[in-house]
């Protein structure tokens, strides 16, 4: 059924995607202050958001699946890291395009921009942890660390607003209020991004169960080899 | 401007990547999976 | 309850007493922490008013690095001889194993501190312009938070390929918020220019945090099969 569906859903997709490029890029109204790179917010908020979620998707599988033990929780769990990451790489690298012509500088210890990076580096290192450890014990420890890890967002938040406020940064224009219209497209652009996150996942998820299976059939192949011939 | 056409860019490059590297996974995979089944 | 006590202290006794007759963890650690302090020193060679910024940031370098020296020594000696799996059958809990051994690499990581302190004051001039007795309170909460998560993250490590090297990779995107706690409420004892009260905070919230964390999942991460 799905499947017969992804095909339609792909197309609904980049449609939504190019209408959004479209809209970012010429219907939205030019931001007084920033100008023409402020168009760089369409992209990289929503995917910042979009990351974040993914993220609570991987802790909340983790969680199943450490009550659980099913295994689609564990995979949804690797999927969405994985994505997550290729999201929340694609704000790290948006970030400093954008404060570069805005601040003059590439990169400053910003509260959003440095807890980004950390959540970035924690799971990087989840990524890293499933992919040397080979075991049957990789979904277990994956999921303990992405406890530890959901664990550690407060305390990175905490830490870094604190740091932040006792060494002196450049000002950064924050708050005021945001145009409808920008909103309107950030918000059709964070659809997209979703649609596109999701089916990326799903197709990634389709993978992971057909290598597992694969991977089972190749160790009861040997098995019977071993078995067959003394 | 320039900054503003090297994030997209960049952004779509990070994607396709991503997108080839699941890409070339799945062609491995089957590629196994024929292996496999000639056996 | 008092089981746990009672299994808790034979173990870490028995680690305490081969650490005395053997001595390798402390003594790598030192030579490491040595290195590190030399090399710092005459890579940087900062008058007393720039070392007092800087020497939070080297000190707790230093000493991270050579934590991981011994934290991934921890389980070495009990895979060898199959402690851990005869561990695993029997009905002692397993977060006595657990605490005992926080708990003996917190003391060696400690007597490391004890040793290099001196040295990271000849070499840079050091003298706290803050109240220096809050730097036993920073440095035994930093040094509990590296190490309690360390010694976990050794155990979940056992079962990778190349888990010396996984180690680090797993301790340090987690440790960032205690490292940054650390160094900082450090430099604030030693320029005094401001209080280090919210660091303190911070570091005993994640040392609450992450040690209930560890002694619920402790047992998940032993049993594994």
Same mark, same amino acid.
């Given at each position: 059924?799905?499947?017969?569906?992804?095909?339609?859903?792909?197309?609904?997709?980049?449609?939504?995607?190019?209408?959004?490029?479209?809209?970012? !890029?010429?219907?939205?109204?030019?931001?007084?202050?920033?100008?023409?790179?402020?168009?760089?917010?369409?992209?990289?908020?929503?995917?910042?958001? %979009?990351?974040?979620?993914?993220?609570?998707?991987?802790?909340?599988?983790?969680?199943?699946?450490?009550?659980?033990?099913?295994?689609?929780?564990?995979?949804?769990?690797?999927?969405?890291?994985?994505?997550?990451?290729?999201?929340?790489?694609?704000?790290?690298? %948006?970030?400093?395009?954008?404060?570069?012509?805005?601040?003059?500088?590439?990169? %400053?210890?910003?509260?959003?921009?440095?807890?980004?990076?950390?959540?970035?580096?924690?799971?990087?290192?989840?990524?890293?942890?499933?992919?040397?450890?080979?075991?049957?014990?990789?979904?277990?420890?994956?999921?303990? !660390?992405?406890?530890?890890?959901?664990?550690?967002?407060?305390?990175?938040?905490?830490?870094?607003?604190?740091?932040?406020?006792?060494?002196?940064?450049?000002?950064?224009?924050?708050?005021?209020?945001?145009?409808?219209?920008?909103?309107?497209?950030?918000?059709?652009?964070?659809?997209?991004?979703?649609?596109?996150?999701?089916?990326?996942?799903?197709?990634?998820?389709?993978?992971?169960?057909?290598?597992?299976?694969?991977?089972?059939?190749?160790?009861?192949?040997?098995?019977?080899?071993?078995?067959?011939?003394? | 401007?320039?900054?503003?056409? $090297? $994030? @997209?860019? $960049?952004?779509?490059?990070?994607?396709?990547? @991503?997108? $080839?590297?699941?890409?070339?996974?799945?062609?491995?995979?089957?590629?196994?999976?024929?292996?496999?089944?000639?056996? | 309850?008092?089981?746990?006590?009672?299994?808790?202290?034979?173990?870490?006794?028995?680690?305490?007493?081969?650490?005395?007759?053997?001595?390798?963890?402390?003594?790598?650690? &030192?030579?490491?922490?040595?290195?590190?302090?030399?090399?710092?020193?005459?890579?940087?060679?900062?008058?007393?008013?720039?070392?007092?910024?800087?020497?939070?940031?080297?000190?707790?370098?230093?000493?991270?690095?050579?934590?991981?020296?011994?934290?991934?020594?921890?389980?070495?000696?009990?895979?060898?001889?199959?402690?851990?799996?005869?561990?695993?059958?029997?009905?002692?809990?397993?977060?006595?194993?657990?605490?005992?051994?926080? *708990?003996?690499?917190?003391?060696?990581?400690?007597?490391?501190?004890?040793?290099?302190?001196?040295?990271?004051?000849?070499?840079?001039? &050091?003298?706290?312009?803050?109240?220096?007795?809050? *730097?036993?309170?920073?440095?035994?909460?930093? +040094?509990?938070?590296?190490?309690?998560?360390?010694?976990?993250?050794?155990?979940?490590?056992?079962?990778?390929?190349?888990?010396?090297?996984?180690?680090? *990779?797993?301790?340090?995107?987690?440790?960032?918020?205690?490292?940054?706690? +650390?160094?900082?409420? +450090?430099?604030?004892?030693?320029?005094?220019?401001?209080?280090?009260?919210?660091?303190?905070? *911070? &570091?005993?919230?994640?040392?609450?945090?992450?040690?209930?964390?560890?002694?619920?999942?402790?047992?998940?991460?032993?049993?594994?099969?």
């Amino acid at each position: 059924m799905l499947r017969r569906a992804f095909p339609i859903l792909g197309v609904l997709t980049a449609a939504l995607l190019s209408y959004g490029l479209y809209e970012a !890029l010429i219907g939205a109204p030019i931001e007084q202050s920033m100008g023409e790179v402020q168009r760089i917010f369409y992209y990289h908020a929503p995917s910042a958001w %979009t990351a974040f979620l993914l993220f609570t998707v991987n802790f909340v599988a983790s969680v199943v699946y450490l009550i659980r033990r099913s295994i689609k929780a564990d995979i949804l769990a690797l999927v969405t890291a994985e994505v997550g990451v290729v999201f929340c790489t694609v704000v790290l690298v %948006t970030g400093p395009l954008w404060a570069r012509p805005v601040w003059g500088i590439w990169w %400053t210890w910003d509260i959003r921009l440095t807890s980004t990076l950390v959540l970035w580096l924690i799971y990087v290192s989840y990524l890293m942890l499933r992919r040397f450890s080979s075991s049957g014990q990789t979904p277990l420890m994956a999921a303990v !660390l992405a406890v530890f890890g959901a664990l550690d967002v407060p305390l990175v938040y905490f830490s870094i607003w604190f740091f932040r406020t006792q060494h002196p940064q450049p000002v950064i224009g924050g708050g005021g209020s945001i145009d409808p219209k920008m909103l309107q497209v950030a918000l059709i652009n964070w659809a997209a991004f979703l649609c596109f996150a999701g089916l990326v996942c799903w197709s990634r998820y389709r993978l992971e169960l057909l290598q597992r299976e694969v991977e089972e059939t190749e160790a009861l192949e040997a098995l019977l080899d071993s078995g067959g011939a003394p | 401007m320039k900054f503003l056409y $090297a $994030a @997209y860019t $960049a952004t779509w490059i990070i994607h396709i990547s @991503y997108l $080839a590297f699941v890409l070339r996974r799945y062609i491995r995979l089957r590629n196994k999976i024929q292996e496999l089944n000639q056996k | 309850m008092s089981a746990l006590a009672t299994l808790t202290r034979a173990s870490l006794s028995k680690d305490l007493r081969l650490e005395w007759r053997s001595k390798d963890a402390i003594n790598s650690m &030192l030579f490491f922490a040595l290195l590190v302090v030399v090399i710092f020193s005459f890579s940087f060679d900062p008058t007393a008013e720039e070392s007092r910024r800087i020497a939070g940031g080297l000190v707790w370098v230093a000493f991270l690095f050579a934590a991981v020296v011994a934290l991934n020594q921890t389980w070495a000696r009990e895979l060898r001889n199959q402690v851990l799996d005869a561990y695993r059958v029997s009905p002692a809990p397993a977060n006595a194993l657990f605490l005992a051994k926080a *708990l003996g690499n917190f003391i060696f990581v400690i007597v490391l501190e004890a040793f290099m302190t001196p040295l990271f004051i000849v070499f840079y001039n &050091l003298r706290a312009l803050g109240a220096a007795y809050q *730097l036993l309170i920073v440095s035994a909460l930093g +040094t509990w938070a590296l190490v309690v998560n360390g010694t976990f993250f050794a155990a979940m490590s056992l079962r990778t390929r190349s888990r010396e090297i996984m180690l680090p *990779l797993l301790l340090f995107p987690i440790s960032i918020p205690a490292l940054l706690a +650390t160094v900082e409420g +450090t430099t604030a004892i030693l320029t005094g220019d401001y209080s280090p009260k919210f660091w303190i905070v *911070l &570091l005993a919230a994640y040392n609450v945090v992450f040690t209930t964390a560890c002694l619920l999942l402790f047992d998940k991460v032993l049993n594994a099969e």
